[in-house]
């Protein structure tokens, strides 16, 4: 690596010189060698974008799933049965293909693994939890030196998730929503009919 930065800078000193004097340079070269790193930092620049479409897509899907089970799930026992696996499936399929589970271009783009939907009745709350596990973000040339070597003082915590994103994948990605037991038309019974 620092031979390449080594050839690199004496090129662009010797284009420098030349350019100063008043001869023309060899532009061609230049471009021709920094063309990769242009390239190199346009992946690089797109993967982390893919991160932050993944972060909005996960809580729009997180909001589809908390809305949809306060609407549509029944607070009787009797029909619990059929929210957790009708009402529960539809959803999952649902969120699925809005998060590019099913589209290969999009699921590669989000480093996209596994979709999981939690559902959790409490007496006043549901609380509805979406969890998107990764793969690794195929960006073999940052993950040429060890965690600990890359991650260390002053970087954190942050660091090593950011490092296991990009590298090692299985990174899960949480989005936890509350919703009240009831908030939605309930049917209008005239008293003393039943």
Same mark, same amino acid.
């Given at each position: 690596? =620092? !031979?390449?930065?080594?050839?690199?800078?004496?090129?662009?000193? =010797?284009?420098?010189?030349?350019?100063?004097?008043?001869?023309?340079?060899?532009?061609?070269?230049?471009?021709? /060698?920094?063309?990769?790193?242009?390239?190199?930092?346009?992946?690089?620049?797109?993967?982390?974008?893919?991160?932050?479409? *993944?972060?909005?897509? /996960?809580?729009?899907?997180?909001?589809?799933?908390?809305?949809? $089970?306060? *609407?549509?799930?029944? *607070?009787?026992?009797?029909?619990?049965? $059929?929210?957790?696996? !009708?009402?529960?499936?539809?959803?999952? !399929? +649902? %969120?699925?293909?809005?998060?590019?589970?099913?589209?290969?271009? %999009?699921?590669?783009? /989000?480093? *996209?693994?596994?979709?999981?939907?939690? %559902?959790? =009745?409490?007496?006043? $709350? +549901?609380?509805?939890?979406?969890?998107?596990?990764?793969?690794?973000?195929?960006?073999?040339?940052?993950?040429?030196?060890?965690?600990?070597?890359?991650?260390?003082?002053?970087?954190?915590?942050?660091?090593?998730?950011?490092?296991?994103?990009?590298?090692?994948?299985?990174?899960?990605?949480?989005?936890?929503?509350?919703?009240?037991?009831?908030? =939605?038309?309930?049917?209008?019974?005239?008293?003393? /009919?039943?």
């Amino acid at each position: 690596m =620092r !031979t390449i930065l080594r050839k690199l800078s004496g090129r662009l000193a =010797r284009a420098a010189s030349c350019l100063g004097r008043g001869r023309p340079g060899q532009a061609m070269t230049e471009v021709v /060698l920094l063309f990769p790193l242009f390239l190199l930092i346009v992946f690089i620049t797109a993967k982390i974008f893919a991160l932050l479409v *993944l972060v909005q897509k /996960l809580e729009i899907g997180s909001y589809y799933a908390a809305r949809r $089970w306060q *609407l549509e799930s029944h *607070l009787s026992a009797d029909q619990a049965t $059929w929210d957790d696996t !009708t009402l529960k499936k539809d959803i999952v !399929t +649902n %969120v699925r293909g809005y998060m590019g589970f099913d589209t290969p271009a %999009v699921s590669k783009f /989000l480093n *996209l693994k596994d979709l999981k939907l939690e %559902v959790v =009745r409490t007496q006043v $709350w +549901n609380v509805i939890t979406l969890t998107v596990t990764t793969n690794p973000a195929g960006i073999k040339m940052l993950c040429k030196y060890p965690k600990q070597a890359v991650c260390t003082a002053p970087y954190g915590a942050a660091c090593m998730n950011g490092y296991d994103y990009l590298c090692q994948g299985g990174k899960e990605m949480q989005v936890i929503k509350y919703v009240p037991n009831r908030d =939605r038309p309930i049917q209008f019974v005239l008293p003393g /009919l039943k």
